[in-house]
């Protein structure tokens, strides 16, 4: 079958055929588009008013921390109220939010006391939306075609991370931030009226199994069970699971390692350099060239996934990443950058889908979600401290030292889970996975 016919295939009966599942898929690039133009706006609307790096990463702290808090009550509201409804409340929020933006942008005014409260606003809307997000796919397709749409709207989103800051660089260069902000509350507006027009799949109704409680506001009235029970809270502690998985405790530290490097060198540093010596254009360039690099690896993934030793495949790619990282500002002028960044994002890509891929594949199927919410938090929650202490660093050091120093924390990290055998042996030998199962148990 050529490929077009593969398409109208899919079309018609694959995930595509369903009306919600396109509304959303389309909401989401276009918010995705939105939210790139804001990340190469807001850097702009700070910088060119004399704000500074410490400036900047005080506002993105303000947007990091009440997301990473809200998160857990994301899920939480998304479970007794719905995704859509959280979502879409979500969306007209910082619809609203983001045309203040566009005020103070065109008012040339940039102080924290103006910035600080919105940003945190901001963060605090994405927080409720990201679990939302990850839970709504399931009640708008059949159970057969749920990992063909989590592919197209993973493909929607990384679609939107490439065309994002090639248009918001484009607007900024031609006419400063406003246009880029504009763009953004727009995406923001086009989200929420996909999501309102969606109609959700009806439940599938599934018989309790003796003993399980059916609705998680019975189970708190309930109070706890026995020692050793499902209701027990020391069976169901991530704590205590923490506590008892090696693996697991090595997984945390290295992602908080990780990404307290590389979110300021995203955010801050990356921004900071750009500023400095390519122009608003060239910042534009520099993301498209991370999110095209993330799509290859992303891609790529799937045969390195499969390798004798994934988890060395994967920390193998981050080593890599470190290192065109610390090139970045080195490598004379913004071909230099730009291909340097291109390689990071295909490195970030491919270790991050073995990455993960592996951590589902070992945790068994009962604790997946609280293992895999851990993980984000401790990614998400490093940001705001990243952010702050690297808007400090390029106020002082400039932006180009930044690069090496944090390529050398996410190496340090990096090779600090490989020297640790349960790390090497995730997805090759199950000693881990039996480590964890009798920490559950």
């Known amino acids: 079958m050529s490929i077009s016919g593969r398409i109208a295939a899919a079309w018609r009966s694959g995930p595509l055929s369903a ?144 065309a994002g800051p090639v248009l918001g660089g484009i607007l900024v260069a031609a006419a400063g931030p406003v246009p880029a902000f504009a763009v953004d509350a727009a995406s923001f507006a086009v989200s929420a009226v996909s999501l309102a027009l969606i109609r959700l799949r009806p439940p599938a109704a599934s018989p309790a199994r003796p003993g399980e409680l059916a609705d ?27 506590r008892r998985s090696r693996l697991l405790q090595v997984i945390v530290v290295v992602v908080v390692g990780a990404n307290l490097a590389s979110g300021g060198t995203f955010d801050v540093a990356l921004p900071a350099l750009a500023h400095a010596r390519f122009g608003a254009g060239g910042y534009g360039a520099l993301i498209a060239c991370l999110g095209t690099g993330a799509v290859i690896g992303t891609l790529a993934a799937a045969r390195g996934g499969n390798a004798g030793r994934p988890a060395l495949v994967a920390g193998g790619a981050f080593l890599v990443e470190a290192l065109a990282i610390a090139f970045i500002p080195f490598l004379g002028g913004l071909a230099g950058a730009a291909a340097a960044t291109f390689v990071m994002g295909i490195c970030n890509g491919l270790g991050n889908v073995i990455f993960l891929t592996l951590i589902q594949r070992w ?43 944090a390529a050398a924390t996410i190496a340090v990290a990096i090779l600090g889970a490989m020297s640790q055998r349960e790390y090497r042996d995730l997805g090759w030998a199950q000693p881990a996975e039996a480590e964890l199962r009798a920490a559950a148990a």
Do not use: K
């Open 363 to 405: 945790a068994p199927p009962h604790l997946l979600g609280r293992v895999m919410s851990l993980v984000m938090l401790a990614g998400i929650g490093s940001f705001p401290l990243s952010v702050a202490v690297c808007g400090v660093l390029v106020h002082h050091l400039g932006p180009s030292p930044f690069f090496p120093v």
């Open 216 to 242: 998680p506001d019975q189970a708190e009235a309930a109070g706890p069970g026995p020692p050793g029970s499902t209701a027990d809270p020391a069976c169901q502690s991530v704590r205590s699971l923490l």
């Open 19 to 162: 009306r919600s599942f396109r509304l959303l898929a389309s909401g989401q690039f276009a918010s995705t588009v939105g939210d790139y133009c804001y990340a190469v706006a807001l850097p702009w609307l700070v910088l060119s008013t004399h704000g500074g790096a410490v400036l900047l990463g005080t506002v993105l702290a303000c947007y990091g921390l009440p997301r990473t808090v809200l998160i857990p009550v994301g899920g939480l509201l998304a479970d007794r109220i719905g995704p859509r409804t959280i979502m879409l409340a979500a969306d007209v929020a910082r619809c609203g939010l983001v045309i203040v933006l566009v005020v103070l942008a065109a008012g040339h005014v940039a102080s924290l006391a103006l910035l600080g409260p919105v940003a945190a606003l901001l963060g605090a809307g994405e927080g409720l939306f990201i679990p939302a997000s990850f839970s709504i796919t399931p009640s708008l397709l059949e159970p057969g075609h749920l990992a063909a749409g989590n592919a197209v709207n993973s493909a929607a989103v990384q679609a939107g991370s490439v």
